[in-house]
């Protein structure tokens, strides 16, 4: 197993204003860019050879990567000119794939923290005489996803769109987002055109007798599509729960990287990460944040399950809990930010001016 596509074209408005001005992989999560993890994990698995299929902010990831040589990869990068879903993505990068038509190629998104075993995935494709593998995982409520139920030796038996009833809901099973195809299979896909794998490719080829294998695997697992999601995940990468090669530093409480200043009597932790040139203030607590690149958290200000945006300012004695700032963003001292709010790259909150009350 040689070769990957790893599908990154994605606008991530769930995730705005994070991705403003940054596609959504390159976002920072424990230090680096999310990317880098996954790129590092596939190289662990033996992986030498990937292809990237970008679109949104297309001229970010290679000035960053280049042709992957520090990795220990060779990168190449193809542009989708327009939006051509997951299975048009893959087949738009075909012509960059060295493997001949009986080859696995493994297929991952570029929006998904796993510790998934990458060689158990490939060794199953082989093993089974499969078309495509997938890596399906088990969650509590599975409502919010495609359901892919299997049979007892793992074949893959039907999707089903998101259950709407208790009756409907067959499997915990659902589709975690990495793949095994044959190259045949890709080569395949229509070209020139939108083409889902979930609604069109899957469907499609298990109506024309192919075999789709799935595997379980319940390791970590966490779709980093919303804010607090991605805090989350970068929050587990420090502490050491999900697993991955590219932290730059011990896994524990805390990560602060080489340039940033911390006061000694700021409290960091809960996975915290204060990114390069970023400063935490005296007295300051931050727990379960990422603090990106250049911000600045002023003396006293209480940070929770938070992401700041590079270049952002937290004034003294502000106190967030699960808020998201964006880059430049300014929020003046004791001002309060719960529940989810967001404030917009390069917006400025005077003092004090939002403030939640203890019976809200």
Same mark, same amino acid.
């Given at each position: 197993?040689?070769?990957?596509?790893? %599908?990154?074209?994605?606008?991530?408005?769930?995730?705005?204003?994070?991705?403003? *001005?940054?596609?959504?992989?390159?976002?920072?999560?424990?230090?680096?860019?999310?990317?880098?993890?996954?790129?590092?994990?596939?190289?662990?698995?033996?992986?030498?050879?990937?292809?990237?299929?970008?679109?949104?902010?297309?001229? +970010?990831?290679?000035?960053?990567?280049? /042709?992957?040589?520090?990795?220990?990869? *060779? %990168?190449?990068?193809?542009?989708?000119?327009? !939006?051509?879903?997951?299975?048009?993505?893959?087949?738009?990068?075909?012509?960059?794939? *060295?493997?001949?038509?009986?080859?696995?190629?493994?297929?991952?998104?570029?929006?998904?923290?796993?510790?998934?075993?990458?060689?158990?995935?490939?060794?199953?494709?082989?093993?089974?005489?499969?078309?495509?593998?997938?890596?399906?995982?088990?969650?509590?409520?599975?409502?919010?996803?495609?359901?892919?139920?299997? /049979?007892?030796?793992?074949?893959?038996?039907?999707? %089903?769109?998101?259950?709407?009833?208790?009756?409907? #809901?067959?499997?915990?099973? #659902?589709?975690?987002?990495?793949? +095994?195809?044959?190259?045949?299979?890709?080569?395949?896909?229509?070209?020139?055109?939108?083409?889902? =794998?979930?609604?069109?490719?899957?469907?499609?080829?298990?109506? $024309?007798?192919?075999?789709?294998?799935?595997? =379980? @695997?319940?390791?970590?697992?966490?779709?980093?599509?919303?804010?607090? $999601?991605? +805090?989350?995940?970068?929050?587990?990468?420090?502490?050491?729960?999900?697993?991955? !090669?590219?932290?730059?530093?011990?896994?524990?409480?805390?990560? +602060?990287?080489?340039?940033?200043?911390?006061?000694?009597?700021?409290?960091?932790?809960?996975?915290?990460?204060?990114?390069?040139?970023?400063?935490?203030?005296?007295?300051?607590?931050? /727990?379960?944040?990422?603090?990106?690149?250049?911000?600045?958290?002023?003396?006293?200000?209480?940070?929770? @399950?938070?992401?700041?945006?590079?270049?952002?300012?937290?004034?003294?004695?502000?106190?967030?809990?699960?808020?998201?700032?964006?880059?430049?963003?300014?929020?003046?001292?004791?001002?309060?930010?719960?529940?989810?709010?967001?404030?917009?790259?390069?917006?400025?909150?005077?003092?004090?001016?939002?403030?939640?009350?203890?019976?809200?």
């Amino acid at each position: 197993m040689t070769e990957a596509i790893l %599908l990154v074209g994605g606008k991530g408005t769930r995730l705005r204003p994070l991705t403003v *001005h940054t596609p959504k992989p390159m976002v920072p999560a424990a230090g680096v860019p999310f990317l880098t993890h996954q790129l590092a994990r596939a190289r662990a698995a033996g992986v030498d050879h990937v292809v990237m299929a970008t679109s949104y902010l297309a001229e +970010v990831f290679e000035p960053y990567f280049g /042709d992957g040589s520090q990795l220990g990869l *060779h %990168l190449e990068y193809v542009t989708e000119e327009e !939006p051509l879903g997951t299975g048009g993505a893959i087949r738009n990068v075909a012509q960059r794939l *060295h493997s001949s038509p009986s080859d696995p190629v493994l297929i991952f998104n570029g929006d998904i923290l796993t510790g998934l075993d990458i060689g158990e995935l490939v060794a199953t494709h082989t093993r089974t005489g499969a078309d495509v593998s997938l890596h399906l995982t088990r969650v509590d409520d599975p409502r919010a996803y495609g359901l892919v139920p299997t /049979d007892g030796d793992g074949r893959v038996t039907a999707f %089903l769109e998101k259950p709407q009833t208790p009756e409907e #809901i067959v499997t915990d099973q #659902i589709n975690a987002g990495a793949y +095994v195809f044959d190259r045949a299979v890709i080569d395949a896909i229509p070209a020139g055109r939108p083409v889902s =794998v979930e609604r069109e490719t899957f469907p499609g080829l298990l109506t $024309a007798g192919a075999h789709l294998q799935g595997m =379980v @695997d319940s390791t970590y697992w966490l779709d980093l599509g919303t804010p607090q $999601a991605f +805090v989350r995940g970068s929050a587990d990468l420090v502490l050491g729960r999900a697993p991955s !090669p590219a932290v730059p530093g011990r896994c524990g409480d805390r990560l +602060v990287l080489d340039s940033a200043r911390v006061a000694p009597d700021a409290k960091l932790t809960g996975g915290t990460v204060v990114g390069a040139g970023a400063s935490v203030g005296a007295g300051a607590r931050v /727990d379960g944040s990422a603090v990106l690149d250049g911000a600045v958290i002023e003396p006293g200000a209480d940070v929770r @399950d938070s992401l700041i945006g590079a270049g952002a300012r937290i004034g003294s004695a502000a106190v967030l809990d699960g808020a998201v700032v964006g880059d430049g963003a300014v929020v003046g001292e004791g001002n309060e930010l719960r529940d989810g709010i967001r404030v917009w790259c390069g917006a400025h909150i005077p003092p004090g001016a939002v403030r939640f009350s203890s019976d809200q």
